[in-house]
Each structure stands twice: as structure tokens, then as C-alpha cells.
């Protein structure tokens, strides 16, 4: 099957004659379109919840003691990082380089990915030595029930990439591969977009008005 | 106990069974629970028992369990939905034999009354209400759109999974342990840890996060299903009024179930983490859960409503033989209160310290949904108009419908006033109201679906007289039940109180018990019709697939239609694409050629999550944590697993397509077709004779 650079859906290379299979990766990429939006309203309220919390202190620390904002700056740089790796492996798969290229930025993506949970949790536990535990007020707990959730979804894209990755060893480029690739870098900028707003709202946010 | 400090079992012991309290303190209240998980336990073993009688066990896995066809996924969930509807029915006669049992404190102890009101209205709104729904979309919608199967066949077998596993929890509760007694809203901070300590409030949260997320998948696999696999040739504005529904119920649950999901979650972390969502103290705020709640509770109602809106404009159309009067505003209509249903839900607590502006906005938001209801009603009026009617029994049930729903509209209407709402809210009135809606409105429309197209799935018609003994039962005793709660709501009566004091209720409790007795009938006379119509199954077969001179494309096929649903994918021309086939003549055409058809091959991984979250739920509840923890993994797991299955797709070779159409063509062509006269003869073999003047 010959595949081709220019197709009706950007970054998928299916071939140029083989419009099932287009069909097909349309319907799900528009059925996970769906999910995020789902998933979307999910964060939405999480940021809405936080935005009415930020003053239910109970007297416990607030943003100004717990938050630290060179760390936050390199999370923010870290995932960034990793949009950009997770756009080049789709590139890789538009322009039909060789599957290992994908690969290799998977790998990159999922190196950035992990360091990016490693330097939350160590915030996490920093914060906790300062007394901010989720159990100490309503603020904290808007935090807690936020900024980890973004968190469990990063963990989720790292199992993600890994097991994408062995199917791309496995299984080679296959449609149904290849469509997976197309839903997870979909959820890889997803992942971003929050990161944007928690920024925003919890850290710059929390700053400003807690 | 503390989460943290709990044994190999949790805090699972001896006394969280039923028969423990009964051992100890034999009375009514307890004989009753008893009785209950007796049922409960009885309805286990005779299905087992029976099951293993007729050795069905590889049947049951083989073609039910394991499958993915909509048709089918949509029959368990409608099989699983009146199983649920059972309970329901019964515990709301077990509460009104408790309030007509006269002024005092009548026979069930507080703490039962609250959790009969708690399992009844988590049962009837999550495990009726929506499987059925769901189960009736599923078997319909792909057949309306010429469709093959809906979009994410494999995720729809987990949606059913999921909402089976987490009904299966409330029945769990009956035997184990104890329900909320928080009602189906379950306000913190009452269902907060401080509050209520036990696993009641537990069984709700993980009910409803499981139920959720399968709700969600349904409703994210429907709407991708009806944007993406019509027919060629069906645009938006030829999709039958019932798709149009579904899609607006869709884009609803995508949107709704997150705030549910939210707030449970919260609830949940509260309780269990000892978070502050929604405690009294350290910065808890219980206003957060309420508006997250109705955030979702207002749309939910509509999500189910809507349906059967398009359920009933489907019955008027064809059993008037007549097109469907003013599909456009009923587009429209439908859109319109999709989206109003997300600007009204602050009218759930109107009593609750906001300021009298915002009360008034969201009073006039409310209202304003009478006006897209309103057009519909008249729609539907203006369907029936000169139309040849025949009184058929989902035709029975509309008409009932549009007179009773009016009366549940309007009576919404006063409520969306927020003065009035000072005076009635907290009162059986509005336990009226809602009642009046939502079993006019969504139960009969279900039961009008279920006897319309139920010759399409299985091939014969329901038997008249039983669907219309139904009819009655329903519709009279859902008078004599509600309309006496509208009285002693306006005199003060208090909802969920399990005792009263003043005298002057008590005639009108007794009209509600009758009333409650005769809506069982109706139950039980669903269940006589069913067993009858299948007794007498060999005089009401209709294998042509067309018993009601049908519009839509559903018809166009045999009846029971076969697993791939179409041999050759209808090119739509028209909104009635049936009818307008069988006017020009092209109805049940001949094709030049026949293709292989795909299908997705059966699977279990809708069993194994269904049994696993279950197990997952019960150790939560339980505090089991290394049972949570392993079920955790496995299902990650299975997940995993799954996705390296690579032989998903079963070929349907063209030459079987051929064999099995052409038998069918033989069929249709050497039947006579009949007049809408003998419609509930046995002459009725599904081939209608069109009334074609009217009809187009």
C-alpha cells in the first residue's frame, strides 16, 4: 500500500486509496474528540470548585507558602517540551519516516512525561512538610482534587505511550495503530491545555487573589 | 473504625446482614428487610437453577453475553431495566402502605422509610429509566439510519456492563449491609462521613460513578453513531424526529454526567480521604454539591425525556398515517430545551440563600421551557388531526401521554415561580409533579416503544388485550396515586416524612395505596402480555417486518432483522424514506449485487469489567483494600489486553447476504398485503397495503 503525503485528515497516512480505513479513523478520532470535550467539563467544574475555594483557608497555609513557582515553570517547560516530541512523532507518521523515528520520540515524550510527575510529586511532598495537605481546608482540597487529577491523566499518557509503543513494535504500523497514535497525541495536547489553565487559574490565579 | 485500621475484611461482619437485626429484634420493620433479600437471594438461585435446567449456560455466553450487536446489547439492557423497575414499583407500594397505614409511626422504622425513598428514586432515575432509554436507542437508532451497528460496538457492550454491575450494587446492598438513607440526591453534609458513618452512602457513590461512566460512554458512542454512519443521502433535516431526540440526549449526557461524576467523586473524597469538599467545617461548602448535582440533575431529566418525545412523535405519525406535523419546530423545539435544560437547575433550590434576582432569573428560565414543550404538544395534536387513527396500544399510551403531561407541565410551571415554590417545595406536591412528568412522559413513552417495536425484534406482535388492560392500569393508577399527593402537598404534607400526625392526610394516603396497588397491576399486566403474546406467538408472526404500515427505515427490514441489520445499505431521498419507498413502488428492491459485511466479532471484555467493577465496588464499600487494589490492576489489565486483540472483525460472506434476502423477497412477494383494518389480525403478516392518500 502506498502512502502518500497529503490526505483529508491531517496527520494520518493511511494510504491514498483506502477509504475504509479513513472512514474508520474518522469516526474515532471524532468519537474521542467527543471524550475530551466530556473530559473537558470534568476539569472545568475541578477549576470552578477551586475558583470558589480559594478563600475556604480554614486558617491553614495558603498559595504564598506552599506554592513554588520555579518549580511550576519548569513543569510548564518540561510538558511543553513534550507537546512539541509528541508533535514530531506525528510528523514522523505524516511524512512516512521509518516507524522507529515515532518510536524514538515516543520514548522522549514519555522520559519528559515522567520527569514532569516526578517534579509534582516532589511539590506535592514539599507542600505537605509546610502543613498543605488536602486535609487541612476546603482550599486544599479544591488543590488536591485538581492538580493531581491532571497528574493521574499524565500517568495514564505515560502507560498510554508505553503500551502504544510495544504495539507499534508488535503489531507494526497497522490502520488501527496508527489511528491509536492519532488519539494519543490528541490527548498528549489535551494534557497541555490544562497545564495552561492550572497555571492560570490555581497557581497565578491562587497567587493573585488567595 | 478508621479507614486505615480495618481487618482482612474490612469492616465486613456478621452483623451486616439482614437476618442479624431479625435475630435480635424480630419486628415488622425487620421482617420486611428480611423479605426483601430473601427475594433478592430467591431471584439469584431460580435464575441460576433454571438456567442450569435447561442448560443454557453456553447460549447465555455465546449470543448474549459476549455479543455486540446493538440489537441485542439493547434487549439486556431493556431485560435488565424491568427487572429494576420491579423493585421500583414495589418499594414505592411499600411507601405508600406505610403513609396509609394511617397518622403515627406505621410499620418501618425511620431509617428503612429513608432508605426505600433513597434505593426507589436512585433505582428509577439511574437503572430504569436511563437503561431503558439506552436500551431502546440501541436497538433502534442504527436500524432508523441505515446503519450497521452503532459506532464503538465493543465500548457499547462495556457501557452495559458497567450500568448492570453498578444496579447490581443496590440489590447487593438489600442483602449486605444497608443503602443511603440520603435520598437519590444525597446532600452532604448528611451523606458526609460525620454524619453517616456506614457503607449506605457508599453504595450510592460508586452506583453512580460506575453507572456514570457507562452513561457516558453511551452517550459519546450515540452521538458519534448518528453524526457519522447515516445512510448516504440522510441529512440532518431527514432524520426521523426520534434520532433527533436521541442526539439532543446525547449531547446532554456528554455534557451533564461530568458535574454527577464530580460531585460524587468529591463526596467520596470527603468521606473517604477526609477531604473538605462539603463539610461543615475547615472551608467545606455543601452549596458546591448542590449546584454541581443539579448541574446535572436538570439535564438528566430532559436527557430522558427527550427520547420519549421522539418516541411519541414516531407512534402519532404512524398510527395517525400521517407525516409527522411540523417536524422543523420540532427540531427546533428539541434543541431549544437541550440547551434551556442548562440554564434552569438553581430552581431545585430556590429555598436555599440566594438572592431574590437570582431566583427570579432562573424562575423565568424555567418557564420558559414551557414554550418549546408547549410547540411540541401542539405537534403532536396537529399530527393526529384528520389523521386516520387507529387506537393502537402505544397509540393509547400517547394519547394518555398528552393529556397527563399537561397536567405535569403546568403543574411545573407554578413550582418554577420561586413564591410559590417558598410555599410547596419539600411537599408531596412537588412529589407530584415530578411523578407526572416522569411517568407519563418517560415511563409510557417507554411502554409505547416497547410495544411498537417489539415485532421488530422478535418477529410477532404483542398481545392487544393485555397492552391494553396495561394502559388503563397505568394511566388510572398513576391518577389515583399522584393526583391525591397534589391535595395533601398544598395542606402542608412533607415529602419522605415516614410518619405523620394530622388525620385530614389520611383519606387521601388511602386513595394513593389503592392508586399504587392498581399501577402493580399495570406492572404485572406488562409481564401477563409479554407471557401471552409469547403463548400465542404462531398467530401474530410478522417475518416481513412491517406490522404498523411504518415510515422509517426500521421497517424496511425483516422482522427479526438479521445481525448486519441491512443487505444493501438504503440511499435516503426522503425524511419518511419508507413511506415514500413504498409510494414510489421501490420498497423491498432487488439488488444487482451483494457485498461481504463486516461485523465486529463477539468478545467478553464487557463481562470481565462488568464482573470486576463490581467486585471493585463491593471491596470499596467494604474498605477492602487489597480486593480493590488487585481489581484495580486487573482491570487496567484486561484493558490492556484487549487492545492487542488484532482479529476484531467477523465477514459475512456475500453469497450467505444473498441467500438469506432472497429467501426474504420470496417471503414478501408471496404474502398478500393488508389493510390497516386487520392491522391486529393474524392476516398481518407485516406487509402493509399503504394508505397512501393521507399518508404522504
Redesign the interface.
Known sequence: MKRAPTHSYPGINLGEHHASAHKAT???T??FW??L???L??FG??FA?YI??ID???G?PGPHELFDLKSVFAQTLILLTSSLTVGLAMLALKYNLPRGRIVLWFGVTLVLGLSFLVLEVRDFMAMAEKGGI?????????F??LVPMHGLHVATGC?WLI?LGI?LR??GM?D?VIS?VVRLALFWHFLDLIWIGIITIVYFGGLTYG | MTPTKTGFFGRLNWDAFPIAGLIQNPNTNEIVANTAAAVVIFGVVVVVGLLSWFRLWTPLWRDWLTSVDHKKIGIMYIVFAIVMLARGVLEGVVMRAQQASGPGDGFLEAEHFAELFSTHGTIMVFFVAVPFVFGVANYIVPLMIGARDVAFPRLNQISLGLTVSAGMMLMVSLVVGEFSTGGWTAYPPYTGAAFNPGVGPDYWIWAIVVSGIGTSLTGINFAVTIYKLRAPGMTFMRLPMYCWTIICSSILIVFAMPPLGVAALMLAADRYLDFHFFTNDLGGNMMNYANLFWLFGHPEVYLLVLPAYGIYSEVFATFSAKRLYGYNSLVIATMSIAVLSFTVWLHHFFTMGQSALINAVFGIATMLIAIPTGVKVYDWMATLWRGRIRFSVPMLYGLSFLILFAIGGLSGVILANPTVDYQVHNTLFLVAHFHNALLPGVLFGLLAAYNYWFPKAFGFRLNEFWGRVSVFCWTGGFLLTFMPLYFVGLLGMPRRSFSYSDPSFHPFMIVAIIGAIVITCGLFSVLIQLWVSIRDRAQTRVPVGDPWDGRTLEWSIPSPPPAYNFAIIPKVTDRDEFTAQKAKGTAYPTPDAYEDIELPRNTGIGFVLCVLSGIWMFALVWWIWWLAAIMTVLMILAVIIWTFDDSTELTIPAEEVRRDYEAWLALVHSEAAVDRDFETSPENRGLARPDLEVAT
Not at chain 1, 488536602?134 to 479544591?142: C, D, E, I, V
Open positions: 474518522e469516526v474515532v471524532f468519537g467527543v471524550f470535550m466530556s473530559d467539563v470534568y467544574l475541578m470548585i470558589t475555594m475556604a483557608q480554614a491553614g488536602p486535609q487541612r481546608s476546603g482550599f486544599l482540597s479544591a488536591f482534587g502507560l503500551v504495539q508488535v503489531k497497522t488501527v491509536r
